[in-house]
Nanobody, 125 residues
Framework: EVQLVDSGGGLVQPGGSLRLSCAAS????????MSWVRQAPGKGLEWVSG????????RYTDSVKGRFTISRDNAKNTLYLQMNSLKPEDTAVYYC??????????????????WGQGTQVTVSS
């Protein structure tokens, strides 16, 4: 059974940092690209960042470029999102997501078949 467990969220002041983690199990993690997706209050799901299976190719939505860094440790079956210089508009529930097709680094929401339970990130003074 595929499981994705998100953690690391919390309350942080503007300009602060957080590191999210996603522990994966039940599939060959090292063979799949992975993504982070977020949902802000009252808004739809938004793709944030993706990484290929080996970790050498990363992609970001424009609003987080230069502030967020996605990475993975295939030996630990874990996906990360380092978030720096956080802004109030980054407030959202963050989900890691596994794509249906293993090579999908950046996809539409319906191209992901498994999701973590989400971790809340709140940026506020």
């Amino acid at each position: 059974e595929v499981q994705l467990v998100d953690s690391g969220g919390g309350l942080v002041q503007p300009g602060g940092s957080l590191r999210l983690s996603c522990a994966a199990s039940g599939f060959t993690f090292s063979s799949y690209a992975m993504s982070w997706v977020r949902q802000a209050p009252g808004k739809g799901l938004e793709w944030v960042s993706g990484i290929n299976s080996g970790g050498g190719i990363t992609r970001y939505t424009d609003s987080v470029k230069g502030r967020f860094t996605i990475s993975r440790d295939n030996a630990k079956n874990t996906l990360y999102l380092q978030m720096n210089s956080l802004k109030p508009e980054d407030t959202a529930v963050y989900y890691c997501a596994k794509p249906t097709h293993r090579a999908t680094i950046r996809g539409s929401i319906d191209e992901y078949d498994y999701w973590g339970q989400g971790t809340q990130v709140t940026v506020s003074s």
